[in-house]
């Protein structure tokens, strides 16, 4: 499986604009990329995914590069509900298991 | 509500002792999973189901076993043979293996502490 890297942490101001950063330089043409975000003491939830163009819905934006090297999770105003650990995933539909690789993900602190 | 419930939320054991963690869903889901999480790490699969009294180990699946009688539970044993039982252990489901854009529903997690 392809692998992801992404920054242990990042701060943010409550009401501001994030972008999470992951990059991907080994993603294959037919590879996925997923968010997931996990909240203390949670299990994981779906945040959004694409495999091309920029997606929307109605927590997050994808912003995905043109050489699919890379991709931008972009919360449009922090939440103080916003902090948790965020994963950006990629998956193969070709994959046996169809479980998601995780790495550690970005831990996001909000600040009021 | 639809959704994932995993029982008990804590649960102690002393050493040597098998236990059994539930898993349910209500999502009508044909795919089942099972991740540890350790401290600070990421998610590892321990087994997956694609369909009733079908079941594949995952990547660290030693120690553990599962069944899936019906299609609504997954219940994951853990069993003596496993060396660091002490985790935070997920539940997750999706409509089915194949399609990558299924999300994953994930239960709230049992943390089991060992003794």
């Known amino acids: 499986d392809a692998k992801t890297t992404q920054p242990n942490s990042m701060e943010s101001n409550e009401e501001e604009p994030v972008h999470l950063p992951c990059n991907h330089s080994?993603?294959?043409?037919?590879?996925?990329i997923h968010w997931y975000r996990q909240l203390p003491s949670q299990g994981p939830e779906y945040v959004i995914h694409?495999?091309?163009s920029n997606v929307n819905n109605r927590m997050a934006s994808l912003a995905i590069a043109e050489d699919r090297k890379s991709s931008t999770l972009i919360l449009h105003r922090a939440t103080l509900r916003d902090a948790a650990v965020y994963y950006c995933?990629?998956?193969?539909?070709?994959?046996?298991?169809?479980?998601?690789?995780f790495g550690k993900g970005t831990k996001l602190s909000v600040k009021p | 509500d639809g959704g994932i419930t995993q029982s008990p939320k804590y649960l102690f054991r002393k050493e040597g002792q098998n236990v059994t963690l539930s898993c349910e869903q209500n999502?009508?889901?044909?795919?089942m999973y099972w991740y540890r999480q350790d401290p600070g790490q990421g998610l590892r699969l321990i087994y997956y189901?694609?369909?009733?009294?079908?079941?594949q180990k995952g990547d660290i699946a030693e120690g553990y076993s599962v069944s899936r009688e019906k299609k609504e539970s997954f219940p994951l044993t853990v069993t003596s043979a496993q060396k660091n039982p002490t985790a935070f252990y997920l539940c997750?489901?999706?409509?089915?293996?194949?399609?990558?854009?299924?999300?994953?529903?994930f239960g709230p997690g049992t943390r089991l502490t060992v003794l």
């Open positions: 997750a489901s999706s409509i089915d293996q194949g399609r990558t854009y299924n999300e994953q529903f």
């Open positions: 080994t993603i294959s043409g037919t590879d996925y």
């Open positions: 694409g495999l091309t």
């Open positions: 995933i990629l998956r193969d539909p070709g994959g046996s298991q169809g479980n998601l690789i």
């Open positions: 999502l009508n889901h044909d795919a």
């Open positions: 189901s694609q369909i009733v009294n079908d079941f």
